[in-house]
């Protein structure tokens, strides 16, 4: 059963993650407008709210503000989360650019 509201689109983006003032480093495995899912050896649970901010080169970093909706398995070390955004109009803009930049 498909889940999701918007295409989401296989990028490796470096990423830092903050929960609870808590620092962790992750990678993105893939993204939309409307969710996001990482791959972290940070252990978080479904409706844990985190903050993610993507680094892409040549392109403004993404800070944006999410909900863990659920583990996921991703096949690498550490753990999957998928992660269920909130983000602005100027975020969303933001995160377009990065994808459409990752299809090129």
Avoid: C, H
């Avoid at 929960?19 to 972290?40: A, M, P, R």
């Amino acid at each position: 059963m498909e889940r999701r509201r918007s295409p989401r689109v296989e990028i490796n983006v470096e990423l830092e993650g903050r929960k609870n003032g808590d620092v962790f480093l992750g990678t993105s495995v893939n993204v939309s407008e409307t969710g996001i899912l990482i791959q972290t050896n940070k252990v978080m649970r479904p409706g844990d709210k985190i903050t993610i901010r993507l680094v892409s080169p040549g392109l403004p970093e993404i800070v944006g503000v999410g909900s863990v909706v659920r583990d996921a398995d991703v096949g690498l070390e550490g753990q999957g989360y998928a992660v269920q955004w909130d983000l602005t109009g100027e975020q969303k803009e933001a995160l377009r650019e990065m994808i459409q930049t990752a299809n090129e």
